[in-house]
């Protein structure tokens, strides 16, 4: 067999939908914590609705920090939470939480490696309340 391979893309796809807005649900959250030290919440954000139904789009996440907060209201907001005032909850609460969510494309090189990948990502104001409008 011989074949030329300089012609292949090296860049592996974590990309299951179609960029764009879609209905989505937290279907699991991860509690970490950031290279500062900062509660960090990952979402695994779940396609709730239409063809992709079922299909995880990609993660996002929130930063408990003082620069990540305006996001953080924004994003629990949009999944139904009443953000006009004083807020106790816990990182599981976010589960089965619905909301529009756009995704863009991103592509990433390994800073070690060398190596390429693209993902779906979810800009900041990438959440909309379920009222707001209509996606996929």
């Known amino acids: 067999m011989n074949y030329d391979f300089s012609q292949v893309d090296d860049i592996e796809s974590?990309?299951?939908?179609?960029?764009?807005?879609?209905?989505?649900?937290?279907?699991?959250?991860?509690?970490?914590?950031?290279?500062?030290?900062?509660?960090r919440w990952n979402l695994r954000l779940e396609v709730s609705r239409g063809e992709y139904a079922g299909r995880t789009a990609g993660w996002d996440s929130l930063t408990w920090s003082e620069r990540g907060l305006r996001r953080?209201?924004?994003?629990?907001?949009?999944?139904?939470?009443?953000?006009?005032?004083?807020?106790?909850?816990?990182?599981?609460d976010l589960v089965d939480r619905e909301a529009h969510v756009l995704f863009e494309p991103e592509e990433?090189?390994?800073?070690?490696?060398?190596?390429?990948?693209?993902?779906?990502?979810v800009p900041y104001a990438g959440f909309s309340a379920i009222e707001a409008g209509g996606p996929r």
Do not use: N
């Not at 989505?24 to 950031?34: L, N, P, Q």
């Not at 953080?72 to 599981?92: I, N, P, Q, T």
């Not at 990433?108 to 990502?121: A, K, N």
């Open 14 to 39: 974590f990309v299951s939908i179609p960029e764009g807005p879609y209905y989505c649900r937290v279907a699991e959250v991860r509690e970490g914590t950031s290279r500062d030290g900062d509660v």
């Open 108 to 121: 990433r090189e390994d800073p070690l490696t060398g190596r390429r990948s693209v993902r779906l990502r």
């Open 72 to 92: 953080v209201k924004r994003v629990l907001g949009a999944l139904g939470f009443d953000v006009r005032g004083s807020l106790a909850g816990e990182a599981a």
